[in-house]
């Protein structure tokens, strides 16, 4: 019955399949974002080349008459607007109302001059930040390419108040385009309102920014972040490669945040609402002849629901300048798993950098101050493990009279009895060594991410040769110096239980840190380093506390199988094997 009902349905589908394909015209999709389950929208492979504008969110244009008129409000000529702050320069150009630059005031590139964001070792046809995108191509290129008219400009001297940037375009066929970026003096957002018209009827425009971000030390190392999609939705932050985007480049939803970042810094929108996002993986190829590599980076494209203003937020992924334009933004800097644990880390390096002035003292600091609270359970473990090492001559004794035994033989079991048998003797816990220092690992892991995360380091300098915390040491001092630290460390630490093998494989793991470490920040290696320091001299300090170790000879075979009952009495011995 079941076999016909099967071969009934297959033969239904093929019938119905026939009748579509022979019979009925397709018809078009309506235009839309088509947002699935979960907030996110259909993706739609893109094709468009680096250069040339990302596709637009929706499928169907929608024409709005002639797009090529002659201009009504417009400039005769080319020209940059600048606009400077205590926190940085944007440069503006009035073709097209976008940004030409945007450099950071407090962060220096490797000439230690302001860094800048915007991408320029691109093609010169690119699409500039704030670039204007429309249903309709033409319009889109009419509006890129028009003259604005730019007002409220400051002049040369950094505002002191809030300042409101205008570009205004319209032309004869009824096109018309209003452009305003209103800035802070203390504040990396900058409000974007746009506005454009054909005729009677408002049309929608997505802003786009092109291939982000500029800087190039942040891209750069194997610990550094490339340009990614980041967006935050319903308190749930994703992060997207070039190869994630290729898959699946528009996504929709209510979003917190929604942009692009790298490292150490980061361009997005800020509370957009409702809205859609394209991504497009971009390629920059290395400079001929130079000693540059290729670049990986990322442009967006952000559709509001709304016409209202939207606040984006470019520059440094820093904690308080995060927070302080929104809380839920603090999530774009990837902390990891132990970002309860970095959160307070990091405010207590900068506390104590508040007192030393110096970020790699601090690190210094910081670490003496956590490993001495750390002090009772390391000392804890120490003493556990020099238990097992005093017991250790009686457990070997144990499992070499059972090594001929195999691992199924019954007799292999009375070994473990035996072994818990004297562990509980002697008030030994086997595990008492391992959990103490379980208890640090995640204090661990999040200072070594917070160091690897924290744009507090980036250009810090500490002493001598290392004047960069963020970068490796390039004469790899202090790689070496945690080498022989570890080293030393380990040679002094008890081991319980470890065959010779073993214990070469410990002596060989420092080596291993030591190459893991080459190119790691210089400030994780001082970390180490210091941690490394401390850890040797508590093994001295609790070596001294608990005095030399009290090693017992092997009890007798029969000796140890003699069970204790109450009043002192023992039960009769089992068989000598």
Not at 7 to 12: Q, R, T
Not at 99 to 113: C, E, F, G, I, V
Not at 372 to 390: D, G, I, N, T, Y
Not at 473 to 482: A, C, E, F, H, S
């Amino acid at each position: 019955m079941e076999r016909r009902v099967l071969v009934a349905v297959i033969l239904s589908f093929l019938v119905l399949y026939g009748y579509q394909a022979l019979f009925i015209t397709p018809t078009q999709p309506p235009s839309g974002d088509g947002a699935t389950a979960g907030g996110q929208a259909s993706a739609t492979p893109d094709k468009t080349p680096a250069a040339a504008i990302p596709a637009s969110p929706s499928s169907a244009p929608s024409p709005v008459g002639p797009a090529a008129g002659s201009p009504v409000t417009s400039e005769s000529s080319e020209r940059d607007v600048r606009i400077e702050t205590d926190r940085f320069i944007a440069t503006f150009t009035n073709r097209g109302a976008r940004l030409k630059s945007w450099r950071l005031k407090r962060y220096l590139d490797d000439a230690q001059q302001p860094l800048e964001l915007v991408a320029h070792d691109i093609s010169a046809d690119v699409v500039l930040p704030f670039t204007l995108q429309l249903e309709d191509v033409a319009v889109t290129r009419t509006l890129d390419s028009a003259l604005y008219v730019a007002s409220g400009a400051p002049g040369a001297d950094a505002i002191t108040g809030p300042t409101t940037l205008t570009f205004e375009y319209s032309d004869s066929t009824g096109l018309r385009a209003l452009k305003s970026f209103a800035f802070l003096p203390a504040s990396y957002v900058v409000t974007v309102t746009a506005t454009v018209t054909a005729g009677d009827r408002a049309l929608a425009p997505a802003i786009v920014w092109g291939p982000a971000l500029g800087d190039h030390d942040s891209t750069s190392g194997s610990y550094s972040v490339k340009p990614r999609g980041v967006f935050s939705s319903a308190d749930s932050v994703t992060r997207l490669t070039g190869s994630e985007v290729g898959t699946q480049p528009t996504y929709s939803g209510d979003f917190q945040f929604a942009g692009v970042d790298d490292h150490y810094f980061i361009t997005t929108a800020v509370k957009p609402g409702p809205a859609s996002i394209t991504y497009q993986h971009v390629s920059i190829p290395a400079p001929t002849g130079g000693s540059e590599a290729a670049r990986e980076l990322m442009s967006y494209s952000l559709k509001p629901q709304g016409t209202g203003a939207v606040d984006f937020f470019v520059g440094p992924k820093d904690f308080d300048q995060l927070a302080a334009v929104d809380r839920s933004l603090v999530r774009a800097i990837d902390f990891g798993y132990f970002a309860f644990v970095i959160v307070p880390l990091l405010r207590a390096l900068n506390w104590v950098y508040g007192y030393v002035g110096n970020y790699g003292w601090a690190i210094i600091v910081l670490t003496v101050l956590i490993n001495a609270a750390m002090f009772p359970l390391r000392h804890k473990s120490v003493v556990s493990m020099r238990k097992m090492q005093e017991l250790q001559p009686e457990a070997k004794a144990i499992q070499d009279h059972y090594a001929k035994f195999k691992s199924t033989d019954p007799e292999k079991q009375k070994m473990n009895q035996e072994l818990m048998a004297l562990y509980r003797d002697r008030g030994v816990n086997p595990a008492s060594g391992c959990i103490p220092m379980l208890l640090t690992l995640p204090v661990l892991i999040a200072f070594y991410n917070m160091l690897t995360t924290a744009i507090e380091l980036r250009g810090a300098p500490f002493v001598g040769w290392i004047q960069d915390l963020s970068l490796y040491d390039r004469y790899y001092v202090t790689p070496i110096l945690m080498l022989l630290s570890q080293v030393w460390q380990t040679r002094i630490t008890p081991t319980a239980g470890a065959d010779p093998a073993q214990q070469k494989m410990m002596m060989f793991m420092p080596v291993i840190m030591m190459f893991f470490f080459l190119w790691a920040p210089a400030g994780v290696a001082i970390y180490w380093f210091v941690s490394n320091l401390w850890g040797i001299g508590q093994q001295y300090l609790t070596n001294y506390l608990i005095g030399p170790p009290n090693v017992r000879p092997p009890r007798h075979a029969a000796e140890r199988r003699v069970k204790r009952v109450g009043g002192g009495k023992t039960e009769g011995a089992a068989r000598e094997s």
